[in-house]
């Protein structure tokens, strides 16, 4: 891209390049250089709008988190609708998509951006567990998961278990199996 050509919305089309390189050639390719290539700009835009790399992935990750809490935000509004563990199944979908493992990876291979991040847990998992522990707490309230199940190691569970069975795979698992996941641990 030549030289003072103003580019509009900048960061979201990083954020937007960073994904399609995730998604096409996973987390090891994720450099400033291919995010800046995919977007047509400049390596030195990156660093106009970020501190360093680890400032971008921070905030890209940032983003992602503020989704699923916006979902199960509005799960724990509509708590009492739908069948809970599609619903449960639908967060971890959104949570661990191809984009979602590639994030993860990074998290848990970068020390630097896990300490942006913040101090307690794996960043993304911690939040996806408080999210679901939340909308497991809203089904409680309308009678639709036991009065005596401990939510919080369920979401844990729920988060570990789906990671595990996602992440080494290197193929997204269908809706049906982790429905059929998700099933067995509210079980």
């Known amino acids: ?10 960061r979201q089309q990083l954020f937007d390049a960073a994904q399609r390189v995730l998604l096409n050639e996973g987390p ?15 390596k030195g835009v990156l660093h106009r ?9 921070a905030e ?14 509005t799960m724990c509004e509509t708590a009492g609708s739908g069948a809970v563990d599609e619903n449960i199944a639908d967060v971890l979908a959104l949570v661990f998509d191809r984009v979602g493992l590639g994030l993860t ?13 913040g101090p307690n847990g794996v960043p993304m998992l911690t939040e996806a ?20 199940a401990d ?8 988060v570990g278990a789906a990671h595990l069975a996602l992440a080494g ?19």
């Not at 939510?151 to 729920?158: E, I, R, S, Y």
């Open 1 to 10: 891209m030549p030289t003072g050509v103003a580019l509009r919305d900048v």
């Open 28 to 42: 090891g390719a994720l450099t400033s250089r291919a995010v800046t290539a995919e977007a047509g700009c400049a």
């Open 49 to 57: 709008h970020f501190a360093d790399f680890d400032d971008f992935l």
């Open 60 to 73: 890209l990750v940032r983003r992602r988190i503020a989704g699923f809490q916006a979902w199960g935000a």
């Open 105 to 117: 990876a990074l998290i848990l291979s970068r020390d630097d951006l896990r300490a942006r991040l």
């Open 129 to 148: 567990t408080a999210v679901l522990a939340a909308y497991l707490t809203a089904e409680q309230a309308q009678h639709r998961v036991p009065a005596d």
């Open 151 to 158: 939510v919080g190691p369920q979401a844990l569970a729920l």
């Open 169 to 187: 795979t290197g193929v997204v698992a269908g809706q049906d199996e982790i429905r059929r996941l998700v099933a067995s641990i509210l079980s």
